[in-house]
């Protein structure tokens, strides 16, 4: 019996779901800088409480607007500013944006969080985070072994289907929509309106070929492109796809 509660998707961005089967230990780390000035959670703040902001200007949470404002998300690490068509512009702060090795390292750190959260969420929707499987998971999130990508789907069609509350408390989808694929090594998920394709094999490169074609046929309709993530700004992280 641990004496913390491991919420999968972290606090900071809403998650009030509980893993059971996180240590102390672990929960501890993913929350703390541990000497290196930056946390994986503060990462996965800074990214997604930008696009947690955005969904609740949307007019179907209007009714919400009072309370927004009164806890509007302060960037440590960007700038967004807002252009004459209501789309935003997302830029590293100055400190930042010239440093490419501390853009990786966040980089990382997120890739890292993601990872964690997919496997926590695993767990506590299927029961299956512990296989062994998925050991190599837990070495790169929680050890930082190792180096494995996330791929990045970018919508062409500024249409994002959420439930409601959804922006508050997120939660992530294996299966919401038929456009994710899983297979081929490979698992995708769905958050916040973002779909990622995260390697579910040690040897995901065997059939990284084949993943990428099979899941790019399936969202013919819904998605334009897969990259890699190489930076944060890499992703669509104001929904600017609404506005189109």
Same mark, same amino acid.
């Given at each position: 019996m641990f004496s913390t509660k491991a919420h999968s998707i972290p606090k900071s961005i809403g998650g009030n779901r509980i893993c059971k089967n996180v240590c102390d230990d672990c929960n501890s780390y993913f929350g703390s800088k541990n000497g290196e000035g930056i946390s994986i959670e503060e990462v996965l703040k800074e990214a997604f409480n930008i696009t947690r902001q955005r969904l609740l200007e949307s007019p179907e949470t209007k009714e919400l607007r009072n309370s927004?404002?009164?806890?509007?998300?302060?960037? $440590?690490?960007?700038? $967004?500013?807002?252009?004459?068509?209501?789309?935003?512009?997302l830029k590293l702060k100055k400190s930042f944006r010239r440093n490419r090795a501390y853009q990786s390292k966040l980089s990382r750190y997120f890739k890292r969080g993601l990872f964690k959260i997919f496997l926590e969420e695993s767990e506590r929707q299927f029961g299956n985070g512990l296989d062994s499987r998925f050991n190599f998971i837990r070495e790169y999130a929680r050890y930082n072994i190792g180096n494995y990508p996330i791929f990045y789907f970018e919508r062409k069609v500024g249409i994002i289907i959420t439930f409601n509350g959804e922006a508050e408390s997120p939660e992530i989808f294996f299966d919401r929509m038929n456009y994710l694929h899983s297979g081929n090594g490979f698992a995708e998920i769905e958050f916040l309106g973002h779909v990622f394709g995260i390697p579910a094999s040690r040897m995901w490169e065997l059939d990284c070929e084949n993943y990428i074609k099979n899941s790019i046929k399936k969202k013919i309709y819904f998605f334009k492109k897969v990259k890699p993530i190489k930076y944060l700004i890499d992703m669509d992280l104001t929904l600017n796809i609404l506005n189109d």
């Open positions: 927004k404002r009164k806890n509007r998300f302060k960037s $440590i690490y960007f700038e $967004i500013f807002t252009k004459n068509d209501g789309s935003k512009r």
